[in-house]
């Protein structure tokens, strides 16, 4: 049985096969960015790039799908990679397990590229990313804040023009202004302010702690929220790589 019938029987073999040659990078493969690699792997897509430098730990598992008891301490991005291929052992997967800024884009970006999804957490890797792959003139499909939302109701898809409410967006804007970008990025984002209920206990603030960034408090997540941001960017992708 062809395990993508369903897909093909909704969308068309014309749009199927394009899905079948797409190739894909996805950068962050956290919360949002595994909830895009699930659905896109699950769509049939034939390559993905799969980038991430982070390994699992404990304060992951209400959110991430590669976030196990059983995974906890292992890579993101090996952890994706078997995911994928007991999806769809025919899709072509290429793992970096590395930290992403201005000196790495260049053996990670690649003109062949359909699609580059960013969901990546840090600003300055963001901003590098984004503004590298449309330099390099590659459609881009990337996350904003999805921490200390709870409402899916809220959540939008628009160009980073259209962005509004959320902080990082604003931030990333200004920081794409300084270098000339002003449109052309489909972004998924939320309206609803960021809102954390409690403080946050010191010991629970791991999510910032690596040999590449600092510490910063952590917001509070839930997770449907970045669930839905995931499949959303990951729609996008599609709409992208089946377009006319």
Request: glycine content about 8%.
């Amino acid at each position: 049985m062809n395990q993508f019938a369903r897909t093909e029987q909704l969308i068309g073999q014309r749009d199927m096969e394009k899905i079948k040659n797409a190739r894909v990078a996805i950068f962050g493969l956290g919360a949002v960015g595994s909830f895009a690699a699930e659905a896109l792997a699950r769509t049939g897509v034939g390559y993905l790039r799969l980038v991430d430098f982070d390994r699992v730990d404990a304060s992951n598992i209400n959110r991430q799908l590669f976030a196990l008891n059983s995974t906890i301490g292992k890579a993101k991005a090996g952890l994706a990679r078997e995911r994928v291929l007991d999806i769809n052992p025919l899709c072509e997967v290429d793992v970096h397990d590395t930290f992403v800024n201005a000196d790495s884009l260049t053996d990670l970006l690649s003109r062949d590229l359909d699609v580059v999804v960013d969901a990546i957490d840090g600003l300055n890797s963001k901003v590098n990313l984004v503004f590298g792959a449309v330099d390099m003139g590659l459609p881009v499909v990337c996350s904003m804040g999805a921490g200390g939302r709870t409402d899916i109701s809220m959540i939008k898809t628009g160009d980073i023009s259209q962005t509004c409410v959320c902080p990082l967006a604003r931030v990333v804007r200004q920081r794409l202004h300084r270098r000339g970008l002003y449109e052309g990025v489909t972004c998924v984002y939320s309206i609803e302010k960021a809102l954390n209920k409690q403080p946050y206990e010191q010991a629970d603030a791991v999510d910032a702690l690596s040999s590449h960034g600092r510490s910063r408090p952590p917001l509070g997540t839930i997770p449907w929220v970045p669930g839905v941001f995931g499949l959303n960017m990951a729609a996008e992708a599609v709409k992208i790589i089946t377009r006319p």
